[in-house]
């Protein structure tokens, strides 16, 4: 569907060049929702701006459907642009337009005639729920309001693929909720492929069927959002996986797990804090307190959720286990030949 071909970009200025992006290579599927991570700088925006083709890449290839973006003349540019929407951060409402009137505007630069017009917008604020506000101007509707006008204006011209660049990073976390449950709506019902960029590992988790991490420029890791998860590779998105238990963690819970961890460190204490994760059937196996009677070992929950990843469920648990190393890798060894995946996470906490 959208191939991404050894993609590079640098940039020149005045103290040397910077490559913002180094030899991406990524291939996204028709029909998924496909999530790029990376933290500040990594290089995401760069790789947006490349994907909607407003910066030519110093190297490397776009190809959407089969036809190479990159190669385009200007004018064949232009509307083979028309396939790809776009929503944004700060939602780039027109103001003074109504939100009827935003979401007709790129049907009226296309040339499509009033009647079309009024039922295709009139389609579109049925599927974003805003009916009732179409009359409304922007400055009279709320940031999550905002950004379902800014979701039926991008899919105005029937795009075949939506990019969403940290379209919900504004909004609460309730709102993110409601409005990323209706891009999985979109995605759903119209078969629409989604990319979405964001720093955000929450969004991911919420509803992405793959995913992609950068760093510094370069794709370090990518596959399914659930084996990510599960078993993820590069310290970075370790790092970012943490992040979700640490933010989880009330912070009075956080400062004496540190304290613990620092003890260990120092060998005056044995806590590890290890994070586990269960798919499927080992969620109902009573595997803690197995390995509490088989290797003697003491451990207190900190905490725990059940997810869906990809409709399947998907438990973690963050616990603090006490006991010496030894004890420590037998029972890791063995959680692990249960089909949990096991991941020692002291050294993503005990940095402040
Ligand atoms: N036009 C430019 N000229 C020079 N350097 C640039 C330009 N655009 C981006 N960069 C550099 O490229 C790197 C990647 O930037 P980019 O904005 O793509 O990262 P990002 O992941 O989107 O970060 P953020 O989440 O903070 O927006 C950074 O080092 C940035 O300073």
Redesign the pocket.
Known sequence: MIEIKAVSQR?E?PSGS?D??RDVSLSIRKGEVFGII??????????VRTLNLLNRPTSGHIVLDGQDMTSLKPEALRNARRQIGMIFQHFNLLSSRTVYGNIALPLELAGVGKAEIDRKVRELLNLVDLGALSDRYPAQISGGQKQRVGIARALANDPKVLLSD?ATSALDPETTKSILELLKKINRELSLTIVLIT?QMEVIKLICDRMAV?EA?ELIEHGSVLDIFRAPQHPVTRAMIGDVISQDLPKGVLQRVRARLAQTRHGEGQDHLLRLAFTGTSVEDPLLSDVVRRFGLDFNILHGQIDEIQEQAFGSLAILARGTDDQIEQAKAFMRSRGVTVEELNHVVTAD
């Open positions: 940039f200025g910077v913002a992006i990376g933290r500040s700088g990594a290089g995401k925006s760069t790789l940290e720093h950068m420029g």
